[in-house]
């Protein structure tokens, strides 16, 4: 192998290939850090599409196999390393192209999030995709789990907003799919298909995402409630007479980590905290306002406060995207991302809740509430083996429970490794199947990603 090796180092220009341990060793994990990541024998730092192409078809040819990484934010195991096996990093890949006539962002998979959104807002245009990590997560990785985030209540997730990529498949080739335009039913839809596969199918190269006029400034109102199920309850009802532009919400747990960690004058004696907002322009915004503190109120919220001021806006919604980073604080961290119908979010909280009991587990609960995605974090001691076990265990009794509601184990993080184990329980031996005969199609060799979702 190291003659072969020596082979790829030598088709890359100095520098790509990296095959120090030191080196190597900084790319082997994502986020999650679930323990999967094996060690590859070489790291390609790509620096353009056709280095991708020359790295897969040599891994083709050798039957190596290939994991594709963006930022390594992702909170599933899904850019593990694997022993053997060569990992591609997008990250130097991070050209951004706007056409305004056109409302489209022309986006290499190296770039971050808010590089993006960036480059969209100097021409008055808005990308909405909007992770929680946002900061620091790369387009690459966004499409690749199809990310949602904090806006998608009202804006929708990546997928509505890709209208064509470059994509290297298993065997080399480069396909482009789609284009500017905004409506396509030409053939199949690969686009779909290629966005939330998870580096299993193919690795992006590049993307064409649609923009939007920017967002307007509108109102917040941030609403306590004694309990986490009554905050459930007030977003099922919520939902049936708004459309927020975001409804998020954090528990009592969550709400003193942050704290913790860096204050943000929450009051810490709070059951759950329900952050809504509304974009609405004028009188519109004042109504949707009205409505949501209605039904706030009627689920017997203990204080209601609204704001129009924009930095204070900012601090409510700092607190909700800080809550990972703040819940590493308190100890290991096992990463849920489960969703479920918005009726049936009070059955899902309270169901964790007694999870949380009977494994004798902290669990703290963020979640995209208003379209039922919920962010169940099992915090637990790695250094007491009963506990590991406890965590693990409360692992899958929530996505059991999930599932069981009529839920998916995932709604923006994908499965990658750490939930691979309880995917067919959700989609049944035939769509199992399925989904094989399509990864056996496009990658017959089975070196994309291995080990991940399948």
């Not at 064509?164 to 779909?192: E, F, P, Y």
């Amino acid at each position: 192998m190291h003659a072969v090796l020596a082979q790829l180092v030598a088709d890359l220009p100095d520098g790509v290939v990296v095959t120090g341990a030191a080196e190597i060793d900084k790319y082997r994990e994502d986020f999650a850090r679930d323990g999967s990541a094996g060690t590859p024998i070489a790291v390609v730092r790509a620096e353009t599409a056709e280095q991708v192409q020359q790295a897969v078809r040599w891994a083709a040819e050798h039957r190596v196999p290939v994991v594709p990484r963006g930022a390594g934010t992702g909170l599933s195991g899904g850019s593990s390393a694997v022993d053997g096996g060569i990992t591609i990093s997008l990250d130097r890949m991070r050209a951004i192209e706007v056409d305004t006539a056109c409302q489209v962002a022309i986006v290499e998979p190296g770039a971050l999030n808010v590089e993006v959104k960036a480059a969209a807002a100097k021409h008055g245009l808005w990308y909405p995709p909007d992770p929680s990590s946002f900061e620091i997560c790369s387009i690459g990785g966004n499409l690749a789990t199809n990310a949602g985030g904090l806006c998608c209540v009202k804006y929708g997730v990546t997928t509505d907003y890709v209208l064509g990529m470059d994509v290297v498949l298993a065997d080399g080739t480069l396909v482009r799919l789609g284009g500017k335009q905004i409506k396509d039913v030409a053939g199949l839809s690969l686009l779909k298909l290629f966005v939330g596969s998870e580096g299993t199918l193919g690795i992006i190269t590049r993307a064409i995402l649609r923009l939007i006029p920017a967002q307007t400034a509108g109102a917040t109102l941030v609403a306590a409630f004694s309990t986490v199920t009554a905050a459930s309850r007030a977003v099922v009802a919520i939902r049936g007479r708004v459309r927020c532009s975001m409804l998020e919400l954090m528990d009592n747990t969550a709400i003193n980590a942050v704290e913790d960690w860096r204050s943000h004058g929450l009051d810490r004696s709070t059951g759950a905290l329900l952050l809504a907002q509304s974009d609405a322009t004028g009188a519109a915004c004042e109504t949707e306002i009205d409505l949501i503190r209605e039904c706030c109120e009627k689920e017997d919220a203990s204080a209601v406060f609204t704001t129009s001021d924009p930095d204070e806006a900012a601090m409510f919604v700092a607190a909700r995207r800080n809550a990972f980073l703040a819940l590493e604080q308190r100890g290991s961290v096992l990463f849920e991302d489960v969703g479920v119908p918005v009726p049936v979010l009070p059955d899902l909280v309270a169901g964790i809740t007694a999870i949380a009991s009977r494994c004798e587990v902290e669990i703290a609960l963020v979640a995209h509430a208003g379209d039922g995605n919920t962010h169940p974090i099992v915090v637990y001691d790695a250094g007491r083996p009963e506990a590991v076990a406890g965590a693990r265990r409360a692992f899958d009794e929530v996505m059991a429970l999930a599932i069981e509601l009529g839920g998916t184990i995932t709604g923006e993080h994908g499965v990658g490794r750490a939930k691979k184990a309880a995917l067919p329980d959700q989609l049944g031996a035939e769509v199992m199947a399925l989904n094989r005969r399509i990864k056996d199609a496009l990658d017959p060799d089975g070196i994309l990603n291995p080990g991940a979702v399948l």
